[in-house]
């Protein structure tokens, strides 16, 4: 036997032992014992956001009309505040194969435990190959995993309160397909905006005491307390999709003065 066969068999033959099912496959390519990654949330960050003043001059105008809130500095319109914030996912991969990133849903709600049910928004993003050429699929985020939840799950969201956004650094490239390598752990980060005009309505209806200080001609500290939730789906060829929860996650946003 030729010394390099002789140095080689050992591999072939433990390879040729344990067989598809050994290395986590069995009959139909089907994986037996592929488990979805960990996924948790890093950090969530605000964006963009108007300053204090800024929303303070705005609410302002609309209650007492703009003559009157000179004090607050220019008026501000509902073109000109805008909130976007970053979610870092954190992907951690306890397999031996490749798990290429295809959707995430996002579930953000503000204010949450006040009237939830009519502040919550969601967003469907698919992930892949050319972010050139990246149908946004709205019925991709949904599961058969009972477990699991999903664009169903969130059905009474407000239209259009949650969307993506591309704004400086972030863009739609950013929706290329992100592969966590076997036993690797892995960031993204999406970046997300909410309609203005219902949040500053959110604002106007749940923070009441600072709409009072704006009406008193203060400044007052806006906060806007939040929760985020989602799924992530995973792809694993020749078996299909696997799905995992992440969140929820909650904090305060205080705007900038």
Known sequence: MP???????P?????GALGCAGLGFGSGGKALNIKPPNVSIAEVRLAQMPSNKELASYYCAQYLGPLVCRVFGPVSSISDINFAFDIELEFENPNLVPLPVVQSLFAFTAFPGQSAASNLGTVCL???EDPDRCTQNANA????DPEIRDAKDFASAAKDFLFAVALGERNF?????RTVAPNDRTRMVVRLGVDPTQMVDLIAKLAKGDIDRVKQGRVPQFSIPYRIEGTAWVAVESFGRLA???GP?????MLRR
């Open 3 to 9: 010394p390099a066969l002789r140095r080689v068999l």
């Open 11 to 15: 591999a072939l033959l433990t390879v």
């Open 126 to 128: 698919s992930f892949c």
């Open 141 to 144: 985020c949904t599961s058969d």
């Open 173 to 177: 490239r950013d929706l290329r397909v």
């Open 244 to 246: 995992t929860g992440f």
């Open 249 to 253: 996650a909650t904090g305060e946003w």
